[in-house]
Every structure is written in C-alpha cells, then in structure tokens.
C-alpha cells in the first residue's frame, strides 16, 4: 500500500507485485536466489540477519511508453535498472526517488533494484549508529505510465484570514519531450477550484502557484483531525492528461513568546521518539503494525511523537493525519561529530534529505515541526555552521511551520538563536544522577542566556533503560523493569511540572536494534529504552507513563499561565 487514498485517478499508475527475486552477491549472503516480499528488508530473512552487502531484486513487469519507476525507500544505496538501463541512482533509506524510461516499446520488461547496505566511505550519514542500518527495498514500488507532461509535486499551504481559508497551491510540472507546449492546470479543494494556463517549455519543470478561497471550513486538530482533498489535473488540448491527489488539514502554526500555538491554541507537548522499527520486520513496518503504535501511544496518553531520526514511511504520516497525532519530522542526521561533520558528502547528502523530506511530506497537517541533525557538534563554529545553513533551508523550503534540532544535554551550544523553538536531550537520573528539576533549570538558564530568550523550550528525549522481563523487587538494578519506572516518574514530574516547558518526547517508544559496534553499551545489542519492547510487550514503565500523561492531559500537572489553553 503506497498511501492510504487513491494517489492517481487519471494516471495510470499500479503497485508492483509484492514477490520478487532476491540475489545477494556478496560473503554471508544466500546460497541461490530466492522470493522474498517488498517492501521488506532483507535481515528479516533468517539467513541474512547480519547481511551487510548487496542485494539485487528483480521481477517482471508489463509496461510501455513513458514509464516512471517510483521507489519508496531503497536502503540505503539503490540503483534502478529497466531491460539493464540504469534508470537511477539515489543514496538514503529514508525518502523516495524516481527512475525515467521515455518511449519504452509496449510489452514485458525486467525491472531490477539494486541495494547495498555496506558502509563506505562514500557514505557520511549511514554509518554505524545507535540504530541499524538495514538493506532492502524498505518501501513500495511504483510504475506508472506518462504522457508528455505529468505533475512532479502539489503543495498547499493553508493560511486563515478574517474573511475564512485560504489554500495556497503550488504545482509543479515536468515536461518530457524537448519540444515547448501549453497546459491548463486546475487545482481544487473543499468545493472550490482554481485554474491557470501554463507554458511548458521542453525537458523543463514549470512551477505554477494560485490561490484558492476556501471560506469557512473545518480546521484540522488533534480532537477533530478533519482531512480534505486536493486534487490537481492538468489539461492538454483540452484533454485531462495527468492528475495528482493529496489530503490537507486547514490548521495553522505559529510561535507567539515561549508558546507553539496551532489555531491560535498553545500547544501542551506529550509524545514519545519513535524509530521506524518493529521485531522481525524492522525497517518495512506492515501497516498494521503503524495503527498499533498510533494506539498503544495514544492509550498512554501522547499526541505527539518525533520521527528521530530521519523521514518516516508517508503511510505512518496518513495516519497520524487521520488520528490527530502531531508529528516532528526531521531529516537524516543523528550523533556525528564536527570530524563527521567534516566528511566531503556529509552535507550534501543531508541536504539532499531535507529537500526529499519537504518536497515529499510537505502535505501533511499532523507535521507542526521540522527538525535536523540531532546531537550533532553545535558546540563548534564548523558544526554550528551546518545547523545554520539546514535550519534555514528547511525555513526557505517552508515558511508555514517552525524549525528546531534536538540538542545535547552538554553546555556550549551555538545555535539556540537560530531555531524557532529550543529542543535539548536530557538523560538526569540515567547517565547522571543529577536530580532532574537542576538539570533542566541549568540548561534552560543556559539556552536563555546565549541566544534562546523568550522562545519555546522542548525537551526532545528524556528516558532510562530496561530490559523486558528483568525484573528487581527492590527496583535499584540497572536494566530493571522498576528502577525504569521509577526514573520515568521523576523525570516526567520534572519536564512537565516546569512552566517554561512546552512538553517532552520520551526516549523512546520501543526497543530498537543498534549497530552491531555498539553492543558493548547496549544490552541484546538493542536500545532498550522502550515503554514497549520491539514486539510491544509492555514494560513497567508503560503504566508510569499512561498515568503521568493521562494526568497531565487532565490539568494535574499543568502549570501554564492562568487562562492558556492546554491543547491536547
């Protein structure tokens, strides 16, 4: 399932066949080729748990004309090959790319991927991590067929005004052929539509805006998450020749003093960091399995939850836009420091994930926030000129939502004036015992006098360890069930109980597996900071935290000036 609506009603546009052929080249692969799902990764093989290397999939697909070959998420190196034509290349697990065939002959062709998952030194953002690093096509594939012109992107930007909505659309269309045309392109959301004629020059994109008056509409929050279409066609002598369909949600995001307001509203943060990861599955998480998370963090008390620490599936977005449930999104970038930092691709690969990141998710209401380079070297003038140049380009990229990064817990930092909120990691109680109200006092009066003062303080990760099932009736054992729970309780009772903070991400929703290099610090080469283990087992601390949440969402802990809104 690409997206949980139909995409394309005009197009011709079909998912491939879910068995492929799977050939693994490289030592430690398999003996022969075999058939395999995708999306899926290739680790949830039994033979290839610790496949690092090549994998080349192949299937037969039936197809003529302009064919464009969409592919999800390829992890974390792909190449796309049709009939042995390389099509594309793209490196990053976490965001689509296109391959283009134009004037293929009508009939069946092979289309093979290949991925590889082996760090290099090519590779600057893929190295071993706090997470893993899988190999496979991770996300769907699709082939569609184009006619001369197609649409590459529609993004609308919902802005409220006195007299009701507005949608501000921007379309964008690739025109194929070297020869220059002409197009009406129509744009129409909540009963009302907007058309513009546009030139097509060849072998170019042309990016057409407009407005379309929505008037007195039905906003998009977290109680009400009403979603509305957008559909754009494209019109080619007088023919609709391509369409492109999307949802929105008619809300808006501002800052105002040390408040994140959505409608007007402030904002009362309650959300857990999610890694894109479930038990046998690992990175190709079944829809299912998305709605179960959806639910059992809900059930906790949470309405909202960071995607640390790249982009996420657009599936696991549809459907925090269908239950309300905000999101932080932030690109790929996690734990390098300035020596990293320096690496000859490391900034051109992560722009190129920020740029994927907007142009593909730019839709989604349930996104409030844009994020990057988590605990990365801000305390330096080289790494503090990276934040700078990403944070405003996600700004550049869009106007309409805020930015931020999630920092160390360390002093020095260099770029609290640059984000529109302030966002910190914070582990008092876990990797120190420092209690945690001094921990955050002492950041925040730090965050205030070096660039932060007046804006709104995040606590992005906060959290402690414990294996599923270890139990210590005296909860004082590290890694045990209780001594979780019991840190969670301080630590939540101490974010949440500080008037200056937004809300708090705990570290983390579930168990997820690391690299294997990092086994020495991470018991079952996993970080088992978890509520849930990877299978969602339950811990202790699943309780603790319900009850904290669902306390505070109840006004038992909220300490807002007198007359704000607490939104929930």
Avoid at 293 to 303: K, S, V
Avoid at 479 to 489: K, T
Avoid at 539 to 564: N, P
Wanted: charge should be negative.
């Amino acid at each position: 399932m690409e997206r949980v609506f139909m995409t394309h009603e005009i197009r011709k546009s079909r998912e491939c066949a879910p068995i492929w052929t799977l050939t693994t080249p490289d030592a430690g692969g398999l003996d022969r080729p075999e058939k395999v799902i995708v999306p899926g990764v290739w680790e949830a093989h039994p033979a290839l748990r610790n496949y690092r290397g090549r994998g080349i999939y192949e299937q037969q697909i039936t197809c003529g004309g302009n064919v464009r070959i969409w592919l999800g998420g390829v992890s974390f190196r792909g190449s796309v090959y049709l009939d042995d034509a390389l099509l594309a290349e793209h490196y990053g697990a976490y965001t689509g790319f296109e391959g283009l065939a134009l004037n293929v002959p009508a009939g069946e062709h092979t289309l093979r991927v290949e991925a590889d998952n082996r760090y290099g030194d090519d590779s600057a953002l893929h190295i071993p991590n706090d997470y893993y690093c899988y190999g496979g096509i991770n996300r769907l594939v699709v082939v569609e067929e184009l006619g001369q012109c197609y649409i590459t992107r529609c993004h609308v930007t919902p802005v409220d005004g006195a007299d009701g909505w507005t949608a501000e659309a921007e379309v964008a269309i690739h025109n194929l052929s070297g020869e220059g045309t002409r197009g009406t392109v129509s744009v129409s959301v909540a009963g009302k539509t907007a058309t513009a004629e546009v030139e097509l020059p060849g072998n170019r994109t042309t990016v057409v805006t407009m407005k379309i008056v929505c008037g007195i509409v039905a906003t998009w929050t977290p109680e009400t998450p009403k979603l509305y279409t957008v559909k754009a066609v494209l019109e080619m002598d007088g023919t609709a020749a391509d369409d492109w369909i999307d949802r929105i949600g008619f809300r808006e995001i501002r800052i105002q003093g040390n408040r994140i307001l959505l409608n007007g509203a402030p904002l009362r943060l309650r959300g857990f960091n999610r890694h894109e990861e479930y038990g046998a599955f690992g990175l190709s998480v079944p829809v299912e399995g998305m709605m179960r998370d959806l639910q059992l963090m809900r059930e906790m008390g949470a309405n909202c939850v960071r995607t640390c620490h790249y982009p996420n599936d657009p599936l696991f977005l549809d459907l925090c836009d269908e239950t309300g449930m905000l999101v932080w999104e932030e690109s790929h970038a996690r734990g390098l420091d300035e020596t990293k930092m320096r690496h000859p691709r490391f900034m051109d690969q992560l722009r190129a994930s920020t740029e994927e990141m907007i142009e593909q998710h730019f839709n989604h209401p349930s996104i409030f926030i844009w994020g990057c380079l988590n605990e990365c070297a801000d305390d330096t003038e080289y790494g503090a000129a990276c934040y700078r140049e990403i944070l405003g380009m996600l700004k550049h990229l869009d106007g309409s939502r805020p930015v931020t990064a999630a920092l160390l817990e360390r002093p020095g930092g260099l770029v609290y004036g640059e984000m529109d909120a302030v966002s910190v990691n914070l582990y008092p109680q876990w990797y120190h015992d420092t209690p945690v109200r001094d921990a955050l006092e002492r950041k925040i009066r730090e965050i205030r006098e070096n660039g932060g003062e007046g804006k709104p303080v995040i606590v992005s990760e906060i959290g402690a360890g414990a294996i599923y099932g270890f139990h210590d009736p005296l909860g004082e054992a590290k890694w045990s069930e209780e001594r979780q729970g019991r840190i969670l309780r301080d630590q939540i009772a101490g974010v949440l109980g500080n008037p200056e903070v937004t809300g708090v991400f705990l570290w983390q929703f579930a168990d997820v597996r690391v690299a294997d290099e990092w086994f020495a610090g991470r018991p079952k080469t996993y970080n088992n900071k978890g509520a849930v283990d990877e299978y969602r087992r339950p811990k202790l601390a699943y309780q603790t935290v319900r009850e904290m949440f669902r306390g505070d969402s109840m006004g038992l802990h909220c300490v807002h000036d007198h007359g704000d809104q607490c939104l929930s």
